[in-house]
T-cell receptor, first 116, second 113 residues
Framework: QKEVEQNSGPLSVPEGAIASLNCTYS??????FFWYRQYSGKSPELIMF????GDKEDGRFTAQLNKASQYVSLLIRDSQPSDSATYLC????????????????FGKGTLLTVNP | DTGVSQDPRHKITKRGQNVTFRCDPI?????LYWYRQTLGQGPEFLTY????????KSRLLSDRFSAERPKGSFSTLEIQRTEQGDSAMYLC???????????FGEGSWLTVV
């Protein structure tokens, strides 16, 4: 059974702080990793994907991947109240390109609350 | 690019009735996916199509569920003899074969009473 584990939270941070969201996965063959943001009652919205070990930055967001430890994280700098949402980690056994499909395995999500 | 469109957005049905959801993917996207999400859980993969061919089905897709994509454009997901456990948000997504991400629609909420 391929699993993705996330701390369900809630994770509460003050406005302007760094929020750190963590995710571990069981399938060592996983190739690509995604972070989605989901507001209550809405569908998931892609924030970032990463497929190489190390860090990937996009604006206030940084994804970190460590395949040896089977660990992926998302850092949100200068957190804003509008960042309050559930953050879903998803993994894909296939590579991003080359005809891969997106049979993603999602974690249950971490609820983030940013307090003004 | 109008995004992935799903219809209806909300459906309340009595147990035992059949329901059908429609998904219109982003035009030129040849891959289309169905996921299901229940409260407190992440989305779960159900099935996916490449053009009109259904290439994979999850074991979650019981024989009461059927998905089609007859002309390789829009897709339908039908649930027959609905049960209360079918209550969930049904998400459609689409991608290019060599794309680097999938795009989710806004979802179709099903409540079985």
């Amino acid at each position: 059974q391929k699993e993705v584990e996330q701390n369900s939270g809630p994770l509460s941070v003050p406005e302007g702080a760094i929020a750190s969201l963590n995710c571990t996965y069981s399938d060592r063959g996983s190739q690509s990793f995604f972070w989605y943001r989901q507001y209550s009652g809405k569908s998931p919205e892609l924030i970032m994907f990463i497929y190489s070990n190390g860090d990937k930055e996009d604006g206030r967001f940084t994804a970190q991947l460590n395949k040896a430890s089977q660990y992926v994280s998302l850092l949100i700098r200068d957190s804003q109240p509008s960042d309050s949402a559930t953050y879903l980690c998803a993994v894909n056994p296939a590579q991003i390109r080359g005809g891969s499909n997106y049979k993603l395995t999602f974690g249950k999500g971490t609820l983030l609350t940013v307090n003004p | 690019d109008t995004g992935v469109s799903q219809d209806p957005r909300h459906k309340i049905t009595k147990r035992g009735q059949n329901v059908t959801f429609r998904c219109d993917p982003i035009s030129e996207h040849n891959r289309l996916y169905w996921y299901r999400q229940t409260l407190g859980q992440g989305p779960e993969f159900l099935t996916y199509f490449q053009n009109e061919a259904q290439l994979e089905k999850s074991r979650l897709l019981s024989d009461r569920f059927s998905a089609e994509r007859p002309k390789g454009s829009f897709s339908t997901l039908e649930i027959q003899r609905t049960e209360q456990g079918d209550s969930a948000m049904y998400l459609c997504a689409s991608s290019l074969v060599n794309g680097n991400t999938i795009y989710f629609g806004e979802g179709s909420w099903l409540t079985v009473v």
